[in-house]
């Protein structure tokens, strides 16, 4: 049984001839001028072999994918070769990847039985050098080397320092050279340097420069020569090539001296002690900065203080110079608290005036002698305390 499309004529439908209706459908569909609105069941005897018409096969609609192939413009052998093109490429690429994996996977395999053959070493230390080992190359970098003279005169009490030349210099400038000049004092007075003339672009000046210290015998074995060579820049903070420091105790000035030393940087940390009632309560210190005149310390410390004894602490920070060979040597001190003078006091007050906020200031370092003399007096008068 199959269905077609009928549509009756105005002849057979006055009529009523089911004949002529048949024969008018028949002839509507043959000649396409009427429009399908009704489907007609007709039986067929069990003798007929008529087979379905094409166009009762193709009345399904087409999938997703034919309506995408059929919009292209491209013969459908052509898209055959296509496709087959873009899954060879995204089998490459799979293949590329699982090989990418494999390799790393067998290197860090042949890592782990290379290491295993390094005794108390990581991974870590086989990439980067330890900070140990970095510090020890900045100790052992070269900085150049300086002649010098000692003259002591012990009838007048003075010291003849002569500054004779320098060689082979740490270059600091881009073009291979220095700009180098000499800065010259004591540690027992810091107040008083003495500083040479520039030689421009050379890294082996000739400085051939004399400078007097007043110094007493017995305060000899409390001082240390400071000789600081820098590089100038008309623009810019001055760059610190290197140093000699020399302990004048360490020395017999019975005789002239006249000698070359290694230039070399200082290794600073800073000390800092609480002081109740002039009597050394509790102390801290900083680490070592190794080789560097400008270190960045930025590091904290805490100390409980009852707040009835606020008024009799003083607080001691003092810079040293670290020295693996020879004892410390300390470069100055600055005092805090009711003992204090000046910019000191001043920071001090502003502390107990905005209690827990963090007041930082600069301070300049003062002389050793001066800041225990200072610790030795009695305080004339107290400072005026929030609340009160």
């Known amino acids: 049984m199959y269905y077609l499309p009928w549509v009756p004529s105005e002849a057979a439908t006055e009529q009523g001839d089911p004949v002529n209706a048949n024969n008018s459908c028949s002839s509507h569909a043959a000649t396409g001028k009427g429009r399908p609105h009704l489907l007609m069941a007709n039986k067929m ?28 413009p491209l013969p459908r052998w ?5 496709a087959i093109a873009a899954g060879l490429l995204l089998i490459l690429f799979l ?7 494999c390799c790393k996977k067998k290197h860090k395999k042949k ?57 082979d210099l740490k270059a600091m400038d881009s073009g291979g050279t220095s700009d180098p000049y000499v800065i010259v004092y004591l540690t027992s007075d810091m107040r008083k340097k003495y500083e040479s003339k520039v030689y421009r672009k050379t890294l082996n000046p000739v400085f051939n420069e004399t400078f007097t210290f007043q110094i ?27 140093e000699v420091r020399l302990p004048l105790g360490d020395f017999d000035l019975q005789h002239v001296i006249e000698q070359w030393q290694e230039l070399t940087a200082a290794n600073p940390f800073v000390k800092v002690q609480l002081i109740l009632n002039k009597k050394k309560w509790k102390k801290k210190k900083t680490g070592v ?15 409980e203080v009852p707040f009835n004894q606020i008024q009799n602490i003083d607080l001691v ?19 805090l608290g009711c003992r204090a003078t000046g910019n000191q006091l001043r920071h001090w007050s502003d502390m107990l ?36």
């Open 216 to 242: 007493p015998q017995a305060e000899m074995s409390e001082s240390t020569l400071v000789m600081q060579i820098y590089d100038f820049n008309r623009f810019a903070k001055h760059d610190i090539i290197g």
């Open 289 to 303: 900065k190794k080789s560097t005149l400008s270190p960045y310390f930025n590091e904290a410390f805490n100390f």
């Open 78 to 82: 052509a898209l055959i070769v296509i």
């Open 111 to 167: 890592e782990k039985l290379n290491l295993q053959n390094i005794n108390g070493s990581t991974t870590a230390s086989l990439v980067q050098p330890d900070m140990e080992d970095l510090e020890s190359g900045l100790e052992n970098e070269k900085r150049g080397r300086l002649q010098y003279s000692l003259e002591y005169n012990f009838r007048s009490q003075e010291m003849k320092v002569g500054v004779k030349q320098a060689a």
């Open 353 to 388: 005036a905005n209690p827990r906020r963090p007041i930082a200031q600069w301070h300049s370092l003062q002389l050793v002698e001066e800041v225990d003399k200072a610790l030795g007096l009695k305080s004339h008068f107290k400072l005026p305390l929030p609340g009160k």
């Open 45 to 72: 005897s069990s003798n007929s072999t008529t087979a379905p018409s094409a166009a009762a096969l193709t009345t399904a609609k087409p999938g997703f994918i034919d309506d995408i192939i059929n919009k292209i």
């Open 95 to 101: 293949i590329c990847i699982i090989k990418c994996c």
């Open 317 to 335: 920070i003092s810079v040293w110079d670290h020295d693996k060979v020879t004892k410390n040597q300390q470069i100055g001190k600055v005092l």
